[in-house]
């Protein structure tokens, strides 16, 4: 049975394809053999097909697929622009997603912050990110890649006599030129949620 997500994702394929940017590879970017393209998202090798779009392999018709597939239709010849780490409320436009972002991306992370800091070698290995790239802020911080030209910062403070653990994600500064706001929104919801994925395939 075809769900909303295919249906959006079977459109937004066919005006891709239909009108293949030229140098595609090089926006994503990706590695291109024929009219596929292959590349690193969510921590995982994917690939976008003329009519799919796979994870591990794995035609993939839910969220992660669709957000790819709005990646790809929003594909620009701008390059990643890291810093200044910019916070979500701070895109113009995001109110109406600030509080699902807070909820399904940083207070999702709160309760393992310790799991996190014990898994994140792992972590960075599969979302080629790296340690610490917020310096001084935090107890620790995780720079990761859930889309090629989308980088998230998390910063994270481990519990104590005083406070409680607390959770920060940050956007890459031009973020919102490779993504719509609720696709990013939804961008940090799936990173964190593959971050709780990796922690309990780890127990």
Do not use: W
Not at 50 to 79: K, N, Q, V
Not at 164 to 180: D, E, G, I, K, W
Request: proline content about 8%.
């Amino acid at each position: 049975m075809s769900t909303n997500y295919e249906k959006t994702i079977r459109e937004n394929l066919q005006k891709l394809y239909d009108h293949l940017p030229e140098n595609l590879e090089k926006s994503l970017p990706a590695l291109r053999k024929g009219e596929t393209f292959t590349f690193t998202a969510f921590g995982e090798e994917c690939a976008i097909e003329p009519e799919r779009i796979t994870f591990s392999g794995e035609a993939d018709y839910g969220p992660r697929g669709l957000l790819l597939s709005l990646y790809a239709t929003y594909a620009t010849p701008e390059t990643l622009k890291l810093e200044p780490f910019k916070a979500f409320k701070d895109f113009p436009g995001s109110m109406p997603y600030h509080g699902a972002f807070h909820a399904n991306s940083e207070r999702v992370l709160v309760p393992r912050v310790g799991p996190i800091q014990e898994s994140r070698d792992l972590i960075l290995r599969l979302f080629r990110g790296v340690a610490d790239a917020a310096g001084p802020a935090g107890d620790f911080s995780l720079l990761l890649y859930p889309l090629p030209k989308i980088a998230l910062c998390y910063i994270f403070y481990l519990p104590d006599e005083d406070f409680p653990a607390s959770v920060t994600c940050l956007l890459s500064a031009n973020a919102h030129s490779f993504m719509p706001l609720d696709g990013l929104a939804d961008v940090a919801e799936y990173t964190s949620k593959k971050i709780v994925l990796i922690l309990d395939r780890r127990g």
